[in-house]
């Protein structure tokens, strides 16, 4: 992930110093990262977009926040000189380093990646606040109770879809989260 920029599609300068992919619930958003190390320039993109961009900082190292997504989770670039004028350059979400910010992220939500009607739909569960997503929406639910745990319902398009939260009966699983499209089970995707 944190692997040095070759090619950005579209807009390309010498400058670009790295790329990282960052999964949310809202989606799958792109950074980029140009850094000048002779004008000291910064700018960052989300999603293609600029962001920030500063000019002639005398101070090449140092560190850049910004926020991204529609949940306005607060991403860093950190830019450490290695040795000469060689620099290198760290992501962070939340605070923590990239690759700890996503292994948090795989205990607090389930990711569903399957196609609808020709149409292919992310869906995310955020398992404390039971909120869904789907390509960037926060889907309205309905929850209830069952026998075994919890079901929460949700269209999407003409499809019936629901999440069943069951005690796996183990302390160390906790709950195991399906989610049940028109009454089929859809496996989960790690991302």
Do not use: P
């Not at 792109?30 to 700018?43: P, Y």
């Not at 079901?151 to 019936?160: K, P």
């Not at 028109?182 to 989960?188: K, S």
């Amino acid at each position: 992930m944190g692997k040095k920029a070759g090619s950005a599609e579209g807009r390309m300068s010498n400058d670009v110093a790295g790329v990282w992919e960052v999964a949310l619930s809202d989606g799958v958003h792109r950074i980029e990262f140009e850094h000048g190390t002779t004008t000291g320039k910064r700018v960052i993109y989300v999603d293609g977009k600029e962001i920030l961009r500063r000019d002639w900082m005398f101070k090449l190292v140092g560190k850049e926040t910004f926020s991204v997504g529609k949940s306005g989770t607060k991403a860093t670039i950190n830019i450490d000189a290695v040795s000469g004028f060689a620099y290198e350059y760290t992501l962070e979400i939340n605070g923590k380093s990239l690759k700890k910010y996503m292994e948090n992220r795989s205990k607090v939500t389930s990711t569903w990646v399957l196609n609808l009607d020709g149409i292919d739909c992310r869906v995310v569960l955020e398992k404390d606040t039971m909120d869904i997503w789907c390509n960037g929406q926060n889907i309205e639910t309905a929850g209830e109770f069952v026998d075994d745990g919890t079901e929460t319902h949700f269209t999407l398009g003409d499809h019936n879809c629901c999440v069943k939260a069951v005690s796996s009966g183990k302390r160390r699983d906790g709950i195991i989260h399906t989610l049940l499209v028109d009454g089929t089970e859809i496996a989960e995707c790690t991302e």
